[in-house]
């Protein structure tokens, strides 16, 4: 973490891209193995306690349905999404392995985020203070230890939301492909991408605008890129479903950890207002960056406004558990799309201040909670 206090150009630091940062290959390297490292650390500890991952659990059962080499291929729609089935069969089912896999891509994730924090000029203290919002508490532990899937959908959406960042703000066509790119692969490892995906690609015509490109054509053109490979993907995983299946849907059905619109429809439409609620209280970085932009520029709020509403219909339908997914959007939103760029130093100690009470906000949530997440830290933690 020494590297996040190295001093910065103060002429561009739009120049760093977020995968150059840091400049050096070793030093990049060298931070990824530090922030996976803790990770694999906690995993081993909840193991240790005896928690029992249900969710990597399911994950392993599903993916013991893969038949490598079967040319019938009648299994394959039972194991919606296909992807993470696949890891998980590469991977013998072993639930160790999927903690130690979802270190190595949280040591990526997170040096990710850490390098746009750097690229929009918020300085080493206030970019430690948010990246410390995620890494010292225990929300991303839990999904860590207990749920790939979830992890790697959440990872492909900051890899998303950070192309469509960069298409809208430096008009790089080449980042809305990797946008689209990442949807494509999200859908197929977890079953709640879907909704982003179509949720983002829903306000295609503002990102347009906001890119410099206008017009009938453009807005179909990055409805395109932004949605294409998810609906190839899913109509591709469907028709073979089809083909080589007598039920088709049966993977897809049983999709969602504790069935569809859990408690009926209108109960289940409160339970997720309830949880975006929880987790926007307990994120003061957001609540405030969305405040100042909604009184400074309030058409920006439309792209983290439209990922927030993917959250709350997957938390409706059934797709997300109340177990910190919300709140780890929400702060990856903010790095992504709320961050003042280049702020002052009066700005820089609000940051600090924010994240610090952030931090202190989530674990009063979660020691005093009693949901999974809860239950899970206090078990870690022996109490």
């Given at each position: ?155 492909l959406l900051v890899l998303a939301l950070d192309g469509i960042a960069a298409f809208v703000e430096q008009r790089s066509t080449e980042a809305g492909f990797r946008a689209g790119l990442a949807l494509g692969v999200a859908v197929m490892l977890d079953p709640g991408a879907w909704l982003y995906a179509l949720t983002l690609a829903a306000v295609a015509p503002f990102f347009a605008r906001r890119a410099g490109r206008s017009g009938r054509r453009a ?165």
């Open positions: 973490m020494a590297s996040l206090a190295s001093p910065l150009p103060r002429t561009s630091p739009r120049r760093y891209a977020a995968d150059t940062w840091p400049v050096r290959p070793a030093a990049r390297w060298g931070l990824r193995v530090a922030l996976a490292l803790p990770f694999v650390a906690v995993a081993l500890l909840s193991r240790a306690a005896g928690w029992v991952p249900a969710a990597n659990e399911a994950l392993a059962d599903r993916g013991a349905l893969v038949q490598w080499g079967d040319s019938g291929l009648s299994w394959i729609a039972s194991v919606f999404p296909p992807l993470s089935a696949a890891v998980s069969a590469l991977l013998g089912g072993s639930t160790p392995a999927m903690s130690l896999l979802a270190a190595a891509v949280l040591g990526f994730t997170l040096q990710r985020l850490a390098a746009v924090l750097v690229r929009e000029g918020l300085g080493p203290w206030a970019t430690a203070a948010v990246l410390g919002t995620l890494v010292l508490t225990p929300p991303l532990y839990y999904l860590a230890s207990n749920d790939l899937v979830s992890l790697l959908g959440v990872a807005n179909e053109a990055t409805v395109a890129v932004l949605l294409f490979p998810a609906v190839a993907a899913v109509a591709f995983w469907l028709y073979a479903s089809w083909w080589f299946s007598s039920d088709p849907l049966g993977g897809m059905e049983a999709a969602t950890p504790a069935g569809w619109l859990p408690g009926g429809a209108g109960a289940s439409a409160a339970e997720a207002l309830r949880q975006i609620a929880l987790a926007l209280l307990a994120a003061p970085l957001v609540l405030v960056a969305s405040t100042v932009r909604a009184v400074r520029d309030p058409w920006s709020l439309i792209a983290p406004g439209i990922a927030v509403v993917g959250l709350y219909l997957s938390l409706w339908l059934g797709l997300r558990e109340a177990a910190g997914q919300t709140w780890i959007v929400l702060t990856a939103l903010y790095v992504l799309l709320l961050a003042p760029r280049n702020p002052g130093p009066r700005r820089r100690v609000a940051i600090v201040v924010a994240s610090v009470a952030q931090v202190a906000i989530g674990w009063l949530v979660v020691l005093t909670s009693g949901g999974t997440l809860g239950v899970w830290a206090r078990a870690v933690l022996g109490g």
